[in-house]
């Protein structure tokens, strides 16, 4: 289900001793098959109309967040925490979706849906931004909507912003476009991403310019 798999691991002088075992897991159909499901759940929210059964997942990239532990001959990461990017059809067009999974001791992984798309933001930065979102989007709608009516469909990362594209990662700005279901209305919502001298980010909503 999932293609050939790329492992982002952070620069080392030799592959770490996780590497070999993880990719061992993240391989196994018993995982992709929860990753589908759990794609799967979020599909039937964002596209009823076209997803009645997941469709050509592939996997685009698998980045380390923190390193995963393993313990003995167990095949199951017991710590560590990575981020899967997973491409997927969607009635022809092919859409990313993304997962935050966390290693836990005497347990199974746990799966955290982020939102789809291209965004950079992690889990947190994404979580602080939406209500910023949903607030421009509804602006701008002139409406309100109940929570379970209003969802983040789409991020796009746009670009770097200036020159930060060869900073260190915890040194760039960047913008994104985000698009923002309202009821049955769709509102795109332009969000800037800075660092904030603290080790995070923060970041600007607004709706984009006609150059984003």
Not at 14 to 42: C, F, H, N, Q, T
Not at 93 to 122: M, Y
Not at 152 to 175: C, H, K, N, Q
Request: hydrophobic share 40%; glycine share 8%.
């Amino acid at each position: 289900m999932a293609s050939a798999l790329m492992v982002c691991i952070p620069a080392v002088t030799a592959e770490p001793d996780w590497a070999a075992p993880l990719r061992k897991y993240v391989s196994s159909s018993a995982y992709l098959e929860d990753i589908g499901r759990a794609i799967a759940g979020l599909e039937r929210l964002i596209a009823p109309g076209c997803t009645r059964e997941l469709k050509g997942m592939q996997r685009r990239e698998l980045r380390i967040v923190a390193e995963p532990v393993f313990f003995g001959a167990l095949p199951i990461p017991q710590g560590g925490q990575w981020r899967e990017q997973m491409a997927i059809d969607r009635c022809g067009e092919t859409v990313l979706h993304n997962v935050l999974v966390s290693g836990i001791e005497g347990d199974s992984p746990h799966l955290t849906l982020l939102l789809p798309g291209s965004s950079k933001a992690d889990g947190k930065l994404q979580y602080d931004a939406s209500e910023a979102a949903f607030a421009i989007a509804g602006a701008r709608a002139g409406r309100k909507c109940r929570e379970g009516a209003r969802r983040i469909v789409d991020t796009r990362f746009v670009r770097y912003l200036g020159r930060s594209a060869e900073a260190a990662p915890a040194e760039r700005l960047w913008r994104e476009v985000w698009t923002v279901r309202l009821c049955d209305s769709e509102v795109r919502v332009q969000i800037d991403f800075a660092p904030d001298g603290k080790g995070s980010f923060t970041f600007r909503a607004d709706l984009p310019q006609s150059s984003p």
